[in-house]
């Protein structure tokens, strides 16, 4: 590679949705790092041998867990006896949960402090707070040589400061769970129903376009919407969505993927 060549940041979906959620972090030189771990053990390493053939699971630099819900962790407990030696990090009150709720053993988590940066090998970290109704959620921003990356699912309301993190990154994986129609006149629970639309909930695909268009950057190549409801969206929809709004923008630039 030539030394004035970029070493380009990258991300991959092993799972992206209610029933878990796995996202694959590279940088240059082959180092990589797992953001949250809920995929069951045998469908994990299926799916990163199918998407990376040549990367062994113990090669990981670390895993960053974004909050405690079970599509993001239920993985974890099995995965560390497979692979104690890769670190597992996460804020204070996350990892009081995971140990207490998912047999994962305290020692195996590196707490972090929201806001403050941190290595996992080449790459250097740093957590945000998210509204979403569990123990310190937080998304992430991942940052290798002149690369940035942003992460955040389980968004309840698309806030500024939230956009501020968005506006740093060269790719981004954001979430845009459901359609507002469909949503509303679903079959589910008014209880439910309540709790995805409300301000500690997901992000609709208004929203976030909404949170693109107020923030997306030049900087901004790639961008992953995740986190799709099965009942209550559809990856034509909530693509059209947000490529009405890049259209709007003129950002036809702006290379968009749907993670499933």
């Known amino acids: 590679m030539p030394s004035n060549a970029v070493e380009m940041i990258a991300v991959e979906a092993l ?3 209610s029933k878990g959620n796995s996202y ?3 940088g240059g030189g082959g180092e990589a790092l797992l953001v949250d771990c809920g995929l069951l053990y045998r469908d994990f390493l299926r799916r990163l041998t199918s ?3 040549e990367m062994s699971p113990d090669s990981l630099a670390g895993i960053l867990i974004t909050h405690s819900h079970i599509d993001h962790v239920q993985g974890l407990e099995v995965f560390l006896k497979h692979y104690p030696t890769v670190p597992v990090f996460a804020n204070a009150m996350t990892a009081e949960v995971i140990v207490a709720k998912y047999g994962v053993a305290e020692e195996a988590i590196v707490c972090f402090e929201n806001g403050q940066p ?7 970290v740093q957590a945000f707070s998210i509204p979403h109704d569990t123990a310190d959620p937080v998304g992430y921003l991942v940052r290798h040589g002149s690369e940035t990356y942003f992460h955040a699912t389980d968004v309840g309301t698309p806030l500024d400061s939230i956009g501020l993190k968005l506006s740093e990154a060269n790719v981004a994986t954001l979430e ?3 359609d507002a129609v469909m949503l509303k006149t679903s079959n589910r629970p008014p209880s439910l ?3 995805i639309a409300g301000p500690s909930g997901h992000l ?5 376009a909404s949170l693109v268009e107020r923030f997306a950057a030049p900087c901004l190549r790639q961008l992953n919407l995740a986190h799709l409801s099965h009942d209550c969206n559809t990856p034509a929809i909530a693509e059209s969505t947000m490529r009405a709004m890049l259209a709007e923008m003129h950002r036809t630039d702006i290379s968009l993927r749907i993670f499933k």
């Open 118 to 124: 941190f290595e996992v090998g080449g790459f250097e």
């Open 24 to 26: 694959v972090v590279t």
């Open 51 to 53: 998407i990376y053939p």
């Open 193 to 195: 129903i309540q709790r």
């Open 15 to 17: 799972a992206s949705s």
């Open 204 to 208: 609709s695909n208004d929203q976030a």
């Open 176 to 178: 845009s769970n459901h």
